[in-house]
Antibody, heavy 116, light 111 residues
Framework: EVQLVESGGGLVQPGGSLRLSCSAS????????MHWVRQAPGKGLEYVSA????????YYADSVKERFTISRDNSKNTLHLQMSSLRGEDTAVYFC?????????WGQGTLVTVSS | QSALTQPASVSGSPGQSITISCTGT?????????VSWYQQHPGKAPKLMIY???NRPSGISNRFSGSKSGNTASLTISGLQAEDEADYYC???????????FGGGTKLTVL
């Protein structure tokens, strides 16, 4: 059974930092590009960041560029998102996901709340 | 990285058919056959319903179908059922970022 389990969310003050992790199992993690997608309360899906299967290429939405860093450890089947200089508009459920053609795997998400 | 354009809401009665549109540009929807549709129930993760414009993953009901014309993709749900009530999102490959862009989402209400 495919599982993606996010962790690391919580309440953080504006300007603070947080590191999200996503533990993968049930599929060949190292074969897939991995993605972070977020959803602000009551809002739609927003693409945040992606990393290639070998970690050699990364992508960031303009809204998080130079504040967030995506990384992966294929030996531990783990994806990370280091978030810094957090703002109120970063408040959202953060999903890790992997997809290719008919294969689509999503975690249940972890809530990040940025508030003083 | 502008979102694809979807109607905010659609509704239909049980047994009826509805169609949700997703409008982009030649850089995404119109230029590539890489449009996907996701269903999301409250508090749940998105679930892939259609990929590559019109293909259904294994286990997805044939009541769900996808198509594309020009810069607009469409999701049609026939024989509406109560459990179809959810938010639906389209996504497409975009050459601008060489990754994906999502639509703003459409809330489907089954009357």
């Amino acid at each position: 059974e495919v599982q993606l389990v996010e962790s690391g969310g919580g309440l953080v003050q504006p300007g603070g930092s947080l590191r999200l992790s996503c533990s993968a199992s049930g599929f060949t993690f190292s074969n897939y590009a991995m993605h972070w997608v977020r959803q602000a309360p009551g809002k739609g899906l927003e693409y945040v960041s992606a990393i290639s299967s070998n970690g050699g290429s990364t992508y960031y939405a303009d809204s998080v560029k130079e504040r967030f860093t995506i990384s992966r450890d294929n030996s531990k089947n783990t994806l990370h998102l280091q978030m810094s200089s957090l703002r109120g508009e970063d408040t959202a459920v953060y999903f890790c996901a992997a997809w290719h053609s008919s294969a689509s795997y999503w975690g249940q998400g972890t809530l990040v709340t940025v508030s003083s | 990285q502008s979102a694809l354009t979807q109607p905010a809401s659609v509704s239909g009665s049980p047994g009826q058919s509805i169609t949700i549109s997703c409008t982009g540009t030649v850089s995404d929807v119109g230029g590539y056959n890489y449009v996907s549709w996701y269903q999301q129930h409250p508090g749940k993760a998105p679930k892939l319903m259609i990929y590559d414009v019109s293909n259904r993953p294994s286990g997805i009901s044939n009541r769900f179908s996808g198509s594309k014309s020009g810069n607009t993709a469409s999701l049609t749900i026939s024989g509406l059922q109560a459990e179809d009530e959810a938010d639906y999102y389209c996504s497409s490959y975009t050459s601008i970022t060489t990754l994906e862009v999502f639509g703003g989402g459409t809330k489907l209400t089954v009357l």
